[in-house]
């Protein structure tokens, strides 16, 4: 079974940009979740999907948005970058609350 | 508020010098409790689940414990290729997220 996929592995954007990140989670799975990881902050919940839905969020400003399609597949999207949004980004897919599996994150940079 | 804290933050071990990695939760309502380990550049990779206090689960050099309060990882001989950040995190009665402490970054030395 093919693992979590994310597209693209890095990027590299200007301050006042706006980014899309895209998640396909594994097959069968309908949650997806993301999250952004900095050295100073740690892992931090962004948003959860289910079904096309939003079924949790975290606390970021409404620049962090995302959506999920009929397929599961995600993508988040980030609009007027500031320097401070340079981080991983991480994609969960679960078909269980209590698991998640990670895929290996897009690299943003923010210049 | 809920919370999640690990110690220590880093940890240099010898090859072979067993330790204990802890993490420590204050939230209300613990679902379950899930250690991570994490290369550079890399996403987490699931290591262990632990819902009930007393529940212990072992994978090769690892073995996760749980109490009321914390849970502790213990790595028998260690390798070097055991180096990576370990990450706990716990998911809650409410809602569906998980909370992530801030992990522990080990080194093993040959």
Redo the contacts between chains.
């Keep these: 079974k093919a693992g979590v996929t994310q597209t693209p592995r890095y990027l590299i954007k200007t301050r006042g940009q706006q980014v899309t990140l895209s998640c396909s989670p594994i097959s069968g799975h309908r949650s997806v979740s993301w999250y952004q990881q900095t050295p100073g902050q740690g892992l931090q919940f962004l948003f959860e999907y289910f079904s096309e839905t939003q079924r949790n969020k975290g606390n970021f400003p409404g620049r962090f948005s995302g959506r999920q399609f009929s397929n599961s597949r995600s993508e988040m999207n980030v609009s007027t970058l500031e320097l401070g949004d340079s981080a991983l980004y991480l994609c969960a897919s679960s078909s269980d609350p209590n698991e998640q599996f990670f895929g290996p994150g897009t690299r943003l940079t923010v210049l | 508020e809920d919370q999640v804290t690990q110690s220590p933050e880093a940890l240099r071990l010898q090859e072979g010098e067993s330790s204990s990695l802890n993490c420590s939760y204050t939230v209300s309502g613990l ?2 409790l ?1 250690w ?1 380990r994490q290369d550079p ?6 290591l262990f ?1 632990l ?1 009930s206090a007393g529940e212990e689960k072992e994978k090769e050099r690892l073995k996760a414990t749980l109490t009321k309060k914390e849970s502790f990882l213990h790595i028998t001989a260690p390798k070097p290729e055991d180096s990576a950040t370990y ?1 706990c ?1 716990v ?1 809650l009665n409410y ?9 522990t970054r080990l080194s093993v030395l040959p």
């Design positions: 679902r379950g899930f991570y550049g890399k996403g987490p990779e699931f689940t819902y990450l995190a998911t809602g569906q997220n998980f909370v992530f402490g801030p992990g």
